[in-house]
Nanobody
Framework: QVQLVESGGGLVQTGGSLRLSCAAS????????MEWYRQAPGKQRELVAA???????NYADSVKGRFTIARDNAENTVYLQMNSLKPEDTAVYYC??????????????WGKGTLVTVSS
């Protein structure tokens, strides 16, 4: 079994910064793509940023230039550095990872989320 645990959420003022972390543990052979999603109240979950095992990244247009995704493959951890935060960034942020538990078995796992609240 694999667990993803997010941390780093909290309350911050407009223009502030937060750094989210997501650590994966358990029976891990290799982690391929790692992603951050968010879900605001009354809205659908949306992809915020993604990073491949090799470090290629992709961002939602709404966060380009403000958020940075990074990972530490040795620690099975993905980070999301969030700068210049806006009230519309308020959401529960979820980590997702495509995990190979063996060379031939893989699936996506999800964390339980961490709340980010940006006050105006």
């Amino acid at each position: 079994q694999v667990q993803l645990v997010e941390s780093g959420g909290g309350l911050v003022q407009t223009g502030g910064s937060l750094r989210l972390s997501c650590a994966a543990s358990g029976s891990i052979f290799r982690i391929n793509d790692m992603e951050w999603y968010r879900q605001a109240p009354g809205k659908q979950r949306e992809l915020v940023a993604a990073i491949t095992w090799g470090g290629s990244t992709n961002y939602a247009d709404s966060v380009k230039g403000r958020f940075t995704i990074a990972r530490d493959n040795a620690e099975n951890t993905v980070y999301l550095q969030m700068n210049s935060l806006k009230p519309e960034d308020t959401a529960v942020y979820y980590c997702s990872a495509n995990v190979q538990t063996t060379k031939f078995a893989q699936r996506y796992y999800w964390g339980k989320g961490t709340l980010v609240t940006v006050s105006s």
